[in-house]
Each structure stands twice: as structure tokens, then as C-alpha cells.
């Protein structure tokens, strides 16, 4: 009854940690492993094989990035939700409602996000204060559970309140908010405060972690105008293609890191420690490049691709070059020609000892090392 609908939570790609009976602390001594790596299917059967524990996700890299926004009374939910109406954010609303969300045992909710990087654990918005034993007492209203935190499942129950229930969405179904839609709704939620004494330490906290963006400048984003000096990875679908398979992606330079897909990546075919840089060039074009030393045809193998699925199709919106240029931009075929060159020089290339120490650091076997070099 209990094992098979939190495994689903593990097959999904998160990770997954028990909750003793009835309240929500860990049911582990220590559980910052899996805030780093996922468990077993096989610890997890182990882990429920008593009736009655809870469970919870472990938030952020470890579970695709993953930010849940709590939010504690119905009325604040629809107050949010009445809000991004209001301002037009209809794609933004869209994906509210078609998202991974649980009613929490006090009526509130847990909306299950995804995005390109990770984000912390913020307290965004105060209710009321309560007045206990003389003193007034702070009252969350809006929470986020992101970079090591995490969040009851449904399933699970606190004594004397109920179960988490799911209302709409399954973990399979959690939906991308690109940068801007997720800094729209984290400030939408922080304009919800209630509690006037917490209003500057809220501002300084979100600013200090997001560029803030006003509504104005944010509204051409979030419509798809390209006005703005950013853009959404979200728009381009050849980029879609690639960041839909990717595990652990996470924002860089001129690009993003994730781990790296190739079935022949380190000694067990598998990247636990982001090796992967992915970025974009001329054309549009997807450019990987992996630390290990996987080729472009093998990081595409593993997504389930081909090399001419990097590039725009016929009639897609071509992503802008990330990459500082000096020379002429090529087409398709010098392209291909130049990183068939870039491989054959790559190829010939010998590692220095200290090179070496780290790929086996990283995992890599010597005879997976010597192939590199």
C-alpha cells in the first residue's frame, strides 16, 4: 500500500528520504547522502518495508532541480492565483494549474517546480502575527523547500491533522518555469506579506539571490517578445530537446553543466559529478562539450539523439550564439568539418600526469583513460 506510490517518486528522478511515523523528521540519523545522490530502488524497499513511515523528496539538484513552493492557507492561493491573473500572466497561471500540487494535512499547498538552475529555501511571505504568551509570534505564509530541503509526499500523515493528498499533476508531470516566470512568481509571492516588520528582510534576501526584474521589463519576457537581453531556453525547441533528458543541470558561463548522458561516461557509464558543458553556437546549433572526454556523438546517443537534432529545424526560432567568436561564423558543413578536425587534433593529444589522477578521481578505469590519451 505505501511502497509502490513513493517508488514512483525514485522512477520519476527524485530523491527520496523516510519520515518518521506521524511527523515530519527524518527517519534517518544522517540523510545529507541523498541530498547528493539517489537512493536504491533497493534501499528503498528496505527503508518500507515498515508500515505507517512517511516520506518525503529531497528538493533541488539531486531531484532535476526541483523548487517547491509551499504555501500555507487556500486563501493565499487563490490571492496568488487572482494576482497573476490580474497582470496577464496566463502561461505563467497555466502552468500552476497543470503542475505536480498536494494539499497539505492544514489545507494549504505544495507546488512542484523545475528549472534550468536551483534555488534556495527562502521564507518569501509572513501572515499575521499571532500574539502567544504576551509576545507577537511570526507566522509563515509562503515557503519555498529548494537546495536541501525537502517535502512530504502523499501518502504521508501528521498525527492528528491527516494526509497529504494529491490535487492535481503526478511527479512524472512537473513543470519547466523558465528563469523569469520562476523570479515572477517568488516576487509574487513575496508581495502576499502580511507581517509589515518583515517586509525590508524579505526584499534584501530575494534580491541578494535573483536579479529582480519589474513588471514591465518582465512582462516582454514572460510573452515571448525578444526585446530583452536574456532569453528563455524554454522557447527554443532544440534546446527543449536536449534539456529534457538532462540530469542535474545547473547554470554557468555562456552556458549550462549538467551530467553527461554518453553510456560509456567514467567506469560504471554513469556522471554523478556534472562533467557536461553545454552552450550554444552559430546557428542556433547545441555545442557539448564533456570533461571526460565524450564526443558530441555519444552526449547525443545517450539523450536518445542525433547531431542534426542540435541544430533548428525548418521554421524554429534559432537560439542566440553564447559563444565569442573571432572568426567568420561557418555553416553546416564547415561546422561538422571543423569538429571532425577538433576530434582528430583532440585524439592526438597526451595527458599529463596530474590529468590523469583526476579522471581516475572521477572514476574513469586505465584502460578508459588510456583511450583518452
Known sequence: MFLNPYLDFLRSGFSLIPIESGQKIPALTSWKKYQLEKPTEETVRRWFTEEGLNAAIITGKVSGNCTVVDIEKESAVQELLSLLRDKGYNGLLEKIG???????????????????????????????????????MAVILIETRGEGGYALVPLSQILGHGPYTVIHGNPKNVCFLTLEEMDLLLACCQSLNRD??????????????????????????????????????????????????????????????????????????????????????????????????????????????????????????????????????????????????????????????????????????????????
Open 98 to 136: 497543470n503542475t505536480f500540487c498536494v494539499r497539505t494535512p492544514r489545507g494549504g499547498r505544495h507546488y512542484y517546480f523545475k528549472s534550468v538552475t536551483t534555488y534556495p529555501s527562502l521564507k518569501l511571505a509572513y501572515d499575521t502575527p499571532i500574539m502567544v504568551n504576551g509576545k507577537l
Open 196 to 373: 509589515e516588520s518583515k517586509s525590508q528582510s524579505l526584499k534584501v534576501k530575494l534580491s541578494k539571490r535573483f536579479q529582480r526584474i519589474d513588471d514591465d521589463s518582465m512582462e516582454g519576457e514572460i510573452n515571448g517578445d525578444d526585446s530583452g537581453n536574456d532569453f528563455n531556453p524554454e522557447d527554443y525547441p532544440n534546446l527543449q530537446r536536449v534539456f529534457g533528458n538532462l540530469d542535474l543541470v545547473t547554470v554557468g558561463n555562456n552556458g549550462w553543466n549538467a551530467c553527461c548522458p554518453s553510456p560509456g561516461h567514467g567506469k560504471d557509464g554513469s556522471d554523478r559529478t556534472p562533467s557536461l558543458r553545454i552552450t550554444v553556437g552559430h546557428n542556433g546549433r547545441v555545442i557539448f562539450y564533456c570533461r571526460a572526454g565524450c564526443t558530441e556523438e555519444d552526449v547525443a546517443y545517450g539523450l536518445g539523439l542525433k547531431i542534426r537534432d542540435l541544430y533548428p529545424r525548418p521554421g524554429e526560432r534559432k537560439a542566440p550564439n553564447l559563444i565569442e567568436l573571432d572568426n567568420p561564423p561557418m555553416d553546416e558543413d564547415e561546422e561538422l568539418f571543423a569538429s571532425f578536425i577538433y576530434q582528430k587534433l583532440f585524439d592526438s593529444l597526451t595527458l599529463s600526469p596530474s590529468a590523469i589522477k583526476h579522471l581516475k578521481a572521477r572514476g574513469l578505469s586505465d584502460k578508459e583513460i588510456e583511450h583518452l590519451g
